[in-house]
């Protein structure tokens, strides 16, 4: 079992910029492909980003593509979601998320996940 904990969410004006941070507690991050999910209210979860173990390979959606950027520190055991130009759309619990596969990208299903982190991006 891997515990995935992440940091950063909170409130944010539109335009403004967030960082997201992920680490797996007790294991080694660069085993595992990671990824970035959100959930809005009343909707439902949805991939955001991915990336490989190496972290040579990326995946993004469309409504984030060009504002946001995954990356991954393995010697630091910690993934990030850069999170630019933020908009009230954003707005959603994000959740990280690791892949025993080599890649996660948007049609894979996570085999862990985090307990999600709030952005608000609100005026």
């Known amino acids: 079992q891997v515990q995935l904990v992440e940091s950063g969410g909170g409130l944010v004006q539109p335009g403004g910029s967030l960082r997201l941070s992920c680490a797996p507690s007790g294991r080694t991050l660069s085993s595992y492909a990671m990824g970035w999910f959100r959930q809005a209210p009343g909707k439902e979860r949805e991939f955001v980003a991915g990336i490989s173990r190496g972290g040579g390979t990326t995946d993004y959606s469309d409504s984030v593509k060009g504002r946001f950027t995954i990356s991954r520190d393995n010697p630091k055991n910690t993934v990030y979601l850069q999170m630019n130009s933020l908009k009230p759309e954003d707005t959603a619990v994000y959740y990280c998320?690791?892949?025993?596969?080599?890649?996660?990208?948007?049609?894979?299903?996570?085999?862990?996940w985090g307990q999600g982190t709030q952005v608000t991006v609100s005026s």
């Open positions: 998320a690791a892949s025993v596969q080599a890649i996660l990208i948007r049609s894979t299903i996570p085999n862990f």
